[in-house]
């Protein structure tokens, strides 16, 4: 029980890319393509992702500051705070993209994710070879996700233009 409970509390960069998947090809069974199925996808991905794991990462970064600091491989300091709430507005944006799916808003929300995560990434691997700092949430397997869940993002994003594209058309088809 405590392998589940640190599984589900400290592995979310592992699990929400599990569930991004499980979830959008459950709600896309029925719509036939690629395109559907990654712009299914592709909501469930801002909501998990951009949105669960970013008031996850808010409430470790703000409440238990000095714990994910040590797991980083850092002093803990006032920029605890701010990673906290770069991490909350992800959070609500992604929150607000599942509800709120259209392209423009899509386009914007993966686009500071890309930026902001894969910066993230690179740090990481900076600090791992010019810092060898080793931590588990600096080295670990947060190094991976990092860099390749922005990567999941744009090619869901990128696969999804052609059912959008299809949708805009039947919704002007249909004025």
């Not at 036939?32 to 470790?60: A, E, K, M, Q």
């Amino acid at each position: 029980m405590d392998r589940l409970i640190h599984f589900i509390l400290a592995d979310i960069n592992l699990w929400s890319p599990a569930l991004v998947l499980i979830c959008g090809t459950i709600a896309a069974r029925g719509t036939p393509g690629f395109s559907n199925w990654c712009r299914t996808t592709l909501r469930w991905f801002v909501f998990w992702v951009l949105g669960i794991y970013g008031l996850h990462g808010f409430i470790f970064h703000f409440f238990f500051s000095e714990m994910t600091a040590k797991l980083i491989g850092w002093p803990n300091s006032p920029f605890q705070d701010e990673v906290a709430y770069a991490n909350l507005v992800f959070g609500v944006i992604g929150i607000v993209g599942f509800l709120r799916p259209d392209r423009e808003y899509m386009r914007a929300c993966i686009l500071g994710f890309l930026v902001w995560f894969g910066c993230d990434g690179l740090g990481h691997v900076w600090q791992l070879f010019a810092q060898d700092d080793t931590a588990p949430y600096n080295a670990g397997t947060i190094l991976y996700t990092d860099l390749l869940l922005p990567i999941l993002g744009v090619v869901l994003f990128i696969g999804s233009g052609r059912a959008d594209r299809e949708a805009a058309a039947r919704r002007e088809a249909a004025r």
